[in-house]
């Protein structure tokens, strides 16, 4: 039987047609979808621009309903419920691209990082310790060590604080030793509260050669000293202070004065107050100064000197309190009054966040920064 090529050149005709019609529908669906896609998209980013973000989230789920497999509409749809404090929400959008098969390696750590934020600001932080660890060797690397370190910060996890502050230092973010000082007088302070002496003062020799110009290790060192006993040790850790960090002896005056009582150094601390006092005029370092005169009226007149070089109501206070007026009562009440307005100023406040406190403190509670606090009570500032 022969082949009837008639019917096969009548069939190329056919088929190219067919072909033809077939691509159009294809380019017509193509075209509507991506006018709705990005429609929508677009949409979002109006209503994100004008801060109406319910309007937002709801184009953005339109959006991703049009094309599901777009990624960086559930990068934005996630950031857009971790910013309104949907966590939950946030979380499950970003383990929904954790768990497509699609995503390249660069997006599928931009989504580990993703849901190790939405962990983090939820407060969970046994799971954004988890997130954060498998972010090792990616670009968010650096991101996610800085995390971490504000985790164990926050849990008093001072150990494992140390490893990541190493790691981090051996990087381009510069010197973390004063941190890991931090750190060791923290392990110090609890190593002392459990009697175990001997480590603390390890710890805070320690913490004192890694940062020799940091104050905290010096007076920490100074303070367990004078409760040990060692008076002579204290007084020599505490004349390191003024080369090593001057501007922080308002915070160690009182303690100055009391191991110099007790070490029979009155005279030397005295002068070395008050030459520091001529540098930097401080209501701490008048009250050491007044402790370690001798004379009443020589020290009264401290006050006097100080409210000549700066208005001050504490120092004024303290003048009057050591007045004898003709009516005791009058005075009581004068006084009473003086006392309660010089209250406030006579607290600390944190340079990075304004949080106020009656005590100094090396590691702000209000926003967990390191040394935020100056030395110099609120009225001095």
């Known amino acids: 039987m022969e082949f009837d090529f008639t019917w096969v050149l009548l069939g190329f005709p056919i088929a190219f047609t067919l072909g033809w019609l077939a691509s159009r529908l294809d380019l017509r669906q193509l075209r509507i979808e991506n006018r709705q896609a990005p429609k929508a998209y677009f ?11 319910d309007q937002a989230i709801d184009a953005f789920i339109e959006a991703v309903q049009n094309d599901p497999d777009t990624s960086e509409l559930h990068f934005a749809l996630g950031n857009l419920f971790r910013r309104r404090g949907e966590y939950e929400r946030a979380v499950r959008v970003h383990e929904h691209l954790m768990s497509r098969g699609d995503l390249t390696q660069p997006e599928r750590e931009r989504a580990q990082h993703a849901l190790a934020l939405d962990f983090l600001k939820a407060g969970l932080l046994d799971r954004a310790e988890a997130a954060l660890r498998k972010l090792e060797n990616t670009p968010f690397e650096e991101e996610a060590r800085l995390a971490l370190l504000s985790i164990y910060e926050r849990s008093r996890d001072w150990a494992n604080a140390t490893q990541i502050a190493v790691r981090l230092g051996s990087s381009s973010h510069g010197s973390f030793s004063t941190r890991q000082a931090h750190y060791l007088c923290e392990q110090a302070g609890t190593a002392a509260a459990t009697g175990d002496t001997a480590k603390a003062l390890a710890s805070l020799r320690q913490a004192v050669a890694m940062a020799p110009a940091s104050a905290r290790p010096l007076i920490d060192l100074a303070q367990l000293q004078n409760q040990l006993g060692q008076a002579q040790d204290a007084l020599q ?52 100064i007044v402790k370690l005169e001798t004379d009443p009226l020589v020290a009264r007149q401290w006050y006097v000197k100080h409210l000549e070089r700066e208005v001050s109501l504490v120092a004024a206070s ?24 010089t209250k406030p100023l006579m607290r600390y406040r944190c340079a990075a966040c304004g949080f106020e406190a009656t005590q100094h403190f090396w590691h702000c509670p209000g926003c967990q920064a390191w040394d935020s606090y100056p030395a110099r009570r609120i009225e001095e500032l």
């Open 43 to 53: 949409k979002g980013l109006n209503f994100l621009l004008n801060e109406q973000q």
């Open 318 to 341: 303290r003048w009057i309190a050591g007045e004898k007026l003709e009516n005791e009562h009058q005075h009581a009440l004068v006084q009473r009054a003086m006392d309660q307005a």
């Open 237 to 288: 850790t505490l004349l390191k202070l003024p080369v090593a960090a001057p501007q922080a002896l308002p915070l160690a005056a009182g303690l100055l004065a009391n191991i110099a009582q007790k070490s029979a150094q009155e005279q030397a601390t005295l002068a070395l107050l008050t030459a520091s006092y001529e540098q930097a005029p401080s209501i701490d370092v008048i009250e050491a």
